[in-house]
């Protein structure tokens, strides 16, 4: 079992495992021929489902395995692979493989950086936390040592000019799973959407979100809230086919909303729905456009889901990717984000995050 790659976007590869640590501690990582899979499926929360193209954020990929199409089942720490990403920042180049190390599989991270008259980069100062004692990670011994290392080497470069290149390694502890242990997992299950709607920007809609959630959060100190502090505060998002989106919270002492309008909703491509143009005549969503309006006044129309506020925070983050947005509307039991990351025009090879959002009951 062989894997190896250079980074080709660290900036992408650390604001997706940013993202994706936000939901989960833990994610299945799937590499093989075609694709680069990330999957965080928590106790409780959204799930994400993520494939990625290979040049999305990997060059010169080489991957061998028993199994078909080369596939590469791994359990990895986000946090750790995280922190492993953001020393590389600054590097000039960075590679990933799939090592063992005193019989603890590894994804070994290797950075070169250039070092000016013989100084160390900022980038690999204490905060990234690796030289930090007393971390390890729950499938190694649990004493730190083996859970991350670092080796650094340096030679004369330029000559006259006295720089250096600074190569550093970081360790990131892995499990290797077994094909059997996942094949029992699939993407969650979702009816034909009532209504889909591309999303203004996310981390515009992350800010008023999180200002909703914290004024819910204030008022449970009164005992009006109507939630408990384990499920958090309840947002109502909705939406409808001309345009409209709409962010609600109502409690026993407040109700506060925020709308938008003049956004898109997609067009529905024939060849990807059942029965083609008939599918799509017959479409949930299509009933909900003969109904309400693009100015948002006509109650009709709306489909709403019911979300925890601190966890939709969360999902949130994955603004910071940027790349557009379609979210799927199934009245009364989920919202699916459809999350397009910047560069992808449709297509093959098109780099897509899929987040399951479950709605509460009213």
Known sequence: MRFRASIQNITTFTKLTASLSTLGHI????LDNTDIRFTVIPEQGSQVWSVLSIDALFESY??????????????????????????????????IRLTKKDGIPLLSLTITTPTINGSHPAAFSDETGFDQPGTSYPHTNGNGTSSQSMRESSQDFFGARQDRETVITQDVPIRVLAAQSVEGLHEPRCREPDVHINLPNLLQLKSISDRFTRLAMSTSKTGKSGFSNSSGPRLELSANMHGCLRLALNTDSLSISSL????????????????????????????????GDSQGQSEEGWATVRLDGRDWGKVLSVGRLGGRVIACFCEGFAVVLYVFLAGGEGGGGESVLTYYISSYSA
């Open 260 to 291: 938008w309008t003049g956004l898109e909703n997609p067009e529905l491509d024939p060849d990807a729905t059942a029965a083609g143009a008939e599918g799509i005549a017959n479409h949930p969503s299509t009933r909900m456009k003969e109904r």
């Open 27 to 30: 994610a299945w990582l799937r």
């Open 62 to 95: 080489n991957i061998q395995s028993a199994a078909p199409n080369n596939t590469i089942n791994l359990e990895v720490p986000l946090a750790a692979l995280q922190r492993a990403l953001k020393s590389a920042q600054n590097a000039v180049a960075a590679s």
